[in-house]
């Protein structure tokens, strides 16, 4: 990786396809943290009321305990951008063997008219706009 950095600045390497990778993770993320939950959460109420429907105990308590798994794993995947956050967070700010200094947080952290424009589009009315190509 260190090959890919020789001779750019912090700024460049934030600038580039690094912020533009951040910010498709960030995407996929959110998108993770808000349908995952929500499948699990169904799954486990569909699978409790087929086993109320049927009647019997044992299925019942069985349901049961797979609905609360699923819901610990919505609980866990909701917080996963959190996580990803802190430990991104955590990695040390500095240099690499050639001297090129490295912030993941402030790439990380950049906002969505930064990676528009890294990505080669114009921000405005908070909506990303790329230019027709002819």
Not at 61 to 88: D, E, H, M, N, Y
Not at 111 to 134: F, H, M, Q, V
Request: glycine content about 8%; some cysteine.
């Amino acid at each position: 990786m260190d090959l890919i950095l020789i001779g750019k600045t912090a700024e460049q390497i934030c600038d580039g396809d690094m912020l533009v990778i951040m910010g498709v993770v960030k995407s996929v993320l959110t998108i993770i943290q808000i349908a995952v939950p929500i499948l699990l959460i169904i799954m486990g109420s569909l699978d409790l009321m087929k086993a109320v429907m049927a009647g019997k105990e044992d299925e019942i308590k069985k349901a049961q305990g797979t609905f609360v798994k699923r819901a610990i794993a919505a609980v866990i995947v909701f917080f996963i951008p959190l996580i990803v956050s802190l430990v991104i967070g955590l990695l040390p700010a500095g240099k690499t063997n050639h001297g090129v200094e490295l912030n993941y947080k402030a790439c990380w952290d950049a906002d969505e008219e930064k990676i528009c424009e890294a990505d080669g589009g114009n921000w405005s009315n908070k909506t990303c706009n790329y230019p027709d190509e002819d």
